[in-house]
T-cell receptor, first 116, second 121 residues
């Protein structure tokens, strides 16, 4: 079965410190992986995606993610966290069972809290 | 990037009434739009896939007669919650999948609307 797991409900980090938000996946075939951020009462904003190519993907707002096939992980990282990064983060994988519809399977979400 | 709008951004209605939510792709065409439901501090639950010019595909457990979806054009999909009840109160989010590559978006990229907060009294 295809799935995405975000093992941490919440991540707390001090401003200026590096942050990591974890994501693991289970898919058949090559995964298409995504990270989105959601601010309160707002829709999702795209951060970055991995389709193929370099395992380290750079995205918006200084975020990056590393695709690790052997560990089936796609952790989101940022070298220096900002208070404004505090939000809800979702990892997603494209549902290959749906053909070419583009359906996404989302993880449970991780709340990132950056303290000054 | 490309923009997806939703209208209204919030709505409060009485139990038993119907509510229509619009999802528009403002600067690109979308043959496919998705409707999600999100409960507080939870993930997005896909309700249905809306296909331009054809019937929507509903996920298991979603009542198609309760949540009517119409995708009349390449830039507009609507979700109507019929005979709404308090348990239908939720945050509804749509996303639109790019049909044709433009300067704003690549083909098959997906963009999310800002969401609609529905409260049924």
């Amino acid at each position: 079965a295809q799935s995405v797991a975000q093992p941490e409900d919440q991540v707390n980090v001090a401003e200026g410190n590096p942050l990591t938000v974890k994501c693991t996946y289970s898919v058949s075939g090559n995964p298409y992986l995504f990270w989105y951020v959601q601010y309160p009462n707002r829709g999702l904003q795209f951060l970055l995606k991995y389709i193929t190519g370099d395992n380290l993907v750079k995205g918006s707002y200084g975020f990056e993610a590393e695709f690790n096939k052997s560990q089936t992980s796609f952790h989101l990282k940022k070298p220096s966290a900002l208070v404004s990064d505090s939000a809800l983060y979702f990892c997603a994988v494209r549902d290959v069972r749906s053909g070419n519809t583009g359906k996404l399977i989302f993880g449970q979400g991780t709340t990132l809290q950056v303290k000054p | 990037g490309a923009v997806v709008s939703q209208h209204p951004s919030w709505v409060i209605c009485k139990s038993g009434t119907s509510v229509k939510i619009e999802c528009r792709s403002l600067d690109f065409q979308a043959t496919t739009m998705f409707w999600y439901r999100q409960f507080p501090k939870q993930s997005l639950m896909l309700m249905a896939t809306s296909n331009e010019g054809s019937k929507a595909t509903y996920e298991q457990g979603v009542e198609k007669d309760k949540f009517l979806i119409n995708h009349a054009s390449l830039t507009l999909s609507t979700l109507t919650v019929t005979s709404a009840h308090p348990e239908d109160s939720s945050f509804y989010i749509c996303s639109a999948r790019v049909h044709r590559r433009s300067r704003l978006a690549g083909v098959n990229e997906q963009f999310f609307g800002p969401g609609t907060r529905l409260t049924v009294l």
